[in-house]
């Protein structure tokens, strides 16, 4: 935490000092070799998301035909399909595209949407203390004790399998180590002296959690939000790799869950690889990041 | 003393507070999400009087208090009630799932904490040299990956290209002993075991690998070891000593990786066919037999809750200081 002093000192201009705190992050990043690295995939993996139904041959769902006119199914990498097709006839390479997209929504609205929670909770219950903690710690034991995979599969499949029920279930999983995290976080900042400093100066309650000691916090949300982007992406492939995915969309887990079933790993590798790469690669680019900027946020584990 | 009965209740209370919680919401979930199950199971022949009937025999007519209290009784009595399709007790199919899964999970644990824990010792030894930094790097990134893909890429090598292992099943056809002893001890089983298991092992060595370096750090540092170096003794010898005593706080990894693995090893037993509840409930779920259902779940979640439950109170006797904060 060592930006910690300098922008409590600086109180209410905290809100504006983000953009140059995340710029200073992703400098400290990119500083070592893996966070560059990591950096750059994900980078690419954005792009991907942005413009590759633009730069896709095909849609998802496209039947892709032979030179003869016949449907072109399970051929391999070749000039009819760069990276083969599908038993339906479909391109690889197009699903692959398709669902870089489907995987960084999933990723990316669960996790903010569980950050946000998880940040507010971990404040709340940390800094009020006492009953509300109390009642807070335990609502958070009772959704630990959840087993999530289980879970979801049973609500899916009782209620029906869409892309925004996904999104829902992922962050319902993914606030709880947040707010614990936050929460501890919180215990240790309202002892140090510039929260007194700020109430003896009469600072409201509201005023102290959310102007002086949130800003705090920020920095580990970030770091919980990165991990969370990679467990929203592998949840929602697990989810869709069992068949309880979306049906409407195609992600990397859907196109594993039709590869298996199809009998791919026998006979037509090209389909298996490359989702299976593009969620690994992923993961590890996420993975790469978030060390180094645990590494910037924790200089215990850089002298380690 | 005093102090580690209080703390021993207080777990205790909550262990109980938290699987009510569980099994409430499990009530709730079926009670208020569309989708009825007694749509599954009745025909559109039905007449109006048997579905009627059919109700009454499944206490769906009570007032739904009346219905919570037998649901959360017969819950915590294990009588989950009849499978819709298999017409067997949902226990005895529950109790054979756990087995099963058991029989995946116990080996690869018992692995990954041995070698892991050897691992572990070495690195910790081995502090700040450039194999420990590339080691644990590797460790996580290992980790990191999807472990359903690296079964099917494990698949695709061994079973499907090289013909070394069969391609999932917990035993041939026909190579089911008379007992589920018997059949987990046959050469069949080992033959089938050896994928799934190394493949659960690439994730789960990785926190016992990192938990033993870290206090093997702590028990370095000790004056012990200065005595024993004194006096002579290998470093060999040494480094025995020290990951003894760093080897306590290992005995609570080992019962939450114990229950996590219950509920995480799902996409996997699908991957190698393996017979385990994970599969159970994947398959329940398609057939939507939610009798069969509702029972994996839940005792997945106990599995859960049971093994955190034992890791407070063995984490309490190693470390004291925990039960008196």
Redesign the interface.
Known sequence: MTSAHPVAERGGTAGRGIFSRVAHALRVIVRYPTGAIGLFLLALFVIVALIGPLIAPYGPFDVVRTPQGGVARLVPPGSVALLGTTNQGSDVLSQLLYGTRVALLVGVIAAVGSVVLGTMIGLVSGYAGGKVDEAIMRFTDVAFGIPFLPFALIVISVAGASLPLVILLVTLFLWRTTSRVIRAQVLTLKTRPFVWAARAAGASESRILFVHIAPNVLPLSFLYMAIGVQGGVMLEAALSFLGFGDPNVMSWGGMLNQSFRAGAMRSAWWWVIPPGVALSLFVISVFMVTRAYEELLNPRMREA | MNGLRWYLLRRLV?LL???A??LT??FV??KL???NPLSVFIDSNFSEEMIRRQKQLWGLDAPLWLQYVRYMWNMLTFSFGTSFFQMTPVRDIVIEKLLHTAAMIVPAVVLSVVLGALLGSWLGWRRGSRQEGAVV?GL??LR???S??VG??V??VFS?NLGWFPPGGMVSIGGQGDSFLETILSLDFLHHLILPCLVLMTREITSPALLLRSTMLEVKGSDFLDILRAKGLPERRIVMHATRNALLPLVTDVAVMMGFL???Q??LE??FAWPGV?RE??AA??D?DYPV?QA??FV??LI??LFNFVADVLYAFIDPRVALS
């Open positions: 909550l507070f938290v699987t919680a569980v919401i499990l979930m079926f999400l569309p989708g790097v996580l990134a990191s990956v999807p359903f893909f099917i890429i698949l695709m499907y219950f509920q995480g799902v996409l699908i991957i994970g409930l994947v779920l398609n939507l259902a994996c779940f997945m979640a859960i809750l």
